[in-house]
């Protein structure tokens, strides 16, 4: 598996929702059971919209959206939202089951603390680039790829802030489990902690 990741290189990043662990997740995966929809309020008879504030590779909206949630994607990056955008309409090609989850995402550009204000989101995802950890896994290596093109998100407590100034019901934080809290903001209401990524939830409705 490392040779592999070497392998690959910044220029061969791509969003790829057809094959590889997405598609395997979404065959395998924990349905609503998992931290991320359990986090965002997704319950049995419960879907809230949602909006990704921070879309990158599309991983989590398309796992939300997988679960019959609508999903409004917003991403910054011009390099990462043309892969977003090029890899959910390889998704939809697909047809069937792909498509109908690419159909229940909206991928917007532009930077969030803008645009959250303009839209109306039950329960807001915030995932800024984590701070950097010694990893060799494929999945990591797409995130220090992911890094190489944006750099840090060093306004991440700014986009909490807007969040919760907009969201209806909730926002949600998606953090490495061990990692101080971001400085500057409230108190969380709770949190859902897995082994290595926590998710930090202000109830705001
Ligand atoms: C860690 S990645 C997100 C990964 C994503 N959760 C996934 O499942 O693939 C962070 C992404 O958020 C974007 N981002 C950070 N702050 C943003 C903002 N204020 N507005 C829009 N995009 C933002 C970055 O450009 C980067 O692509």
Known sequence: M???????????LRVDFVSGPVAHRLRFGGGRGQALPKAMGLRNGKTPSIIDATAGLGRDSFLLAS?????????RSDKMHALLAEGMERAAREGGELQEIIGRMTLLHGDAKDLLPQLDGEAILIDPMHPPRKTTALVKLELRQVREIVGADEDAADLVRVALDNA???VVLKWPAKADPIEGIRPCSHQIRGKTTRYDVWMTG
């Open 2 to 12: 490392k040779q592999a990741a070497d392998k690959q290189t910044a220029g061969e």
């Open 67 to 75: 679960l019959g949630a609508q999903v409004t994607l917003i991403e």
């Open 168 to 170: 209806r019901s909730r």
